[in-house]
């Protein structure tokens, strides 16, 4: 059997380099990051044109938001670089980017926000809906002319102009009416 010293590959990258900074994994453990670690994300890192963002040039979610692996998990390359520049993201909060660019992972671009803040400050349905201060007909939500209901089986919230509901009541009365004579 040979006595000599044998040096695993983790141990050698443990040693060539060095612990830049440590971040909680989804698991909850915590991973040691180390200068290979960083150099591996800014390899895959590219700076925008404007020098405004770090755009990601690596693996992709379908949604668009980059994602590396580290600590033996995938994460989005934002949260890493958040966490790795920032420190740790309150339980309670998420990322929102700032930018609107999914895949940047700059963290100037990144804020950390509660999960409604960050749907309505978004593009989507939701945050495009709770936006509009006119219904569909050009009445004002006012809080005289608006309904909120809350539906049952989700929780969501729904408006409702009431000036088009008197109408659309109004006109559907007046077709039972015809159809009853």
Known sequence: MNSSIETSAANVEAIESPVVATIELPSGREYRVTLSDLKRISDKAEVSEDGQHVLWKGAKTPDGYGKVHIGGHTMPVHRVVYLISRGQIPDELVLDH????????????????????????????????????????????????????????????????????????????????????
């Open 98 to 181: 700032r930018c609107r660019i999914r895949h940047c992972c700059n963290p100037a671009c990144l804020v950390p926000v509660t999960h409604a803040e960050n749907i309505l400050s978004g593009e989507g349905p939701t945050a495009i809906n709770a936006r509009k201060t006119h219904c569909k007909d050009g009445h004002e939500f006012t809080p005289e002319n608006t309904l909120v209901t809350i539906r049952k089986g989700n929780g969501r919230t729904r408006r409702r102009c009431l000036a088009c509901t008197a109408e659309y009541d109004r006109e559907r009365n007046e077709v039972r009416r015809k159809v009853a004579a």
